[in-house]
């Protein structure tokens, strides 16, 4: 379980056992039952992290809601949106290994993290990734319930796939942005686990511009 959880489980139990003991006992009902939704809501469960090589896995629990091509700089790229409703596990790991070359925080609104605007207008963490497949980008995105965003590394961090990276509580989206000539392996429409599910397979960066050069040649 996540270390916030024990700190808003105590809490609540705290207040329980001081209601029970000062009111009514059956006032204990409220905060205890807070304190068992704490407790499940930051549970972090292991996952068995893919170890084939060019695996991009899902940063968190959810369902894939959007997959499109996006341009940054110029550039095509892949962008798959993963939406996390109350019920998921909020711990974010990292889509692939690789060094953390910047971490931008952008303030926003918290507007319905389904929207299409919410990947530019909701608050947000945007983290870009230096990786063997070229950059990847991850971002943590604020939903309607979603008011604080952590993210525990810091730029020049190496991290491995996989890799818990941090956490948005309470409902939100995350955003991951890769390389457009990776091979997809999940739809619109499916569910997908944090760290273990994978989304797509990417080719390393030498073999990746290898074959777009000769793709232009013909």
Do not use: C
């Not at 991951?176 to 499916?190: L, N, S, T, Y």
């Amino acid at each position: 379980m996540v270390r916030d959880g024990y700190y808003y489980g105590l809490a609540f139990a705290a207040m329980a056992v001081l209601l029970g003991w000062l009111t009514i006992p059956a006032l204990a009902i409220v905060p205890l039952g807070l304190a068992a939704f704490f407790m499940w809501f930051f549970r972090d469960p292991a996952r068995p992290i893919p170890a084939f090589e060019g695996a991009i896995v899902s940063p968190a629990d959810g369902k894939v809601t959007d997959i499109s091509v996006v341009h940054i700089e110029g550039e095509p790229r892949t962008r798959i949106s993963i939406f996390l409703n109350v019920f998921n596990v909020h711990v974010n790991r990292s889509p692939a290994a690789g060094t953390v070359t910047d971490v931008r925080y952008q303030k926003g609104l918290f507007g319905n993290a389904m929207g299409a605007v919410s990947a530019e207008q909701n608050e947000q963490n945007i983290v870009t990734l230096d990786s063997e497949y070229g950059t990847i980008i991850f971002k943590q995105i604020a939903g309607l319930l979603a008011r604080r965003i952590v993210f525990t590394k810091k730029t020049g961090d190496r991290v491995e796939r996989g890799e818990r990276v941090g956490l948005i509580k309470f409902g939100s989206r995350t955003d991951v942005i890769f390389p457009a000539d990776a091979q997809m392996k999940v739809h619109i429409g499916e569910n997908v686990k944090g760290g273990s599910t994978v989304l797509a397979i990417a080719q390393p960066r030498g073999i990746a511009v290898e074959h777009r050069e000769m793709a232009e040649v013909r």
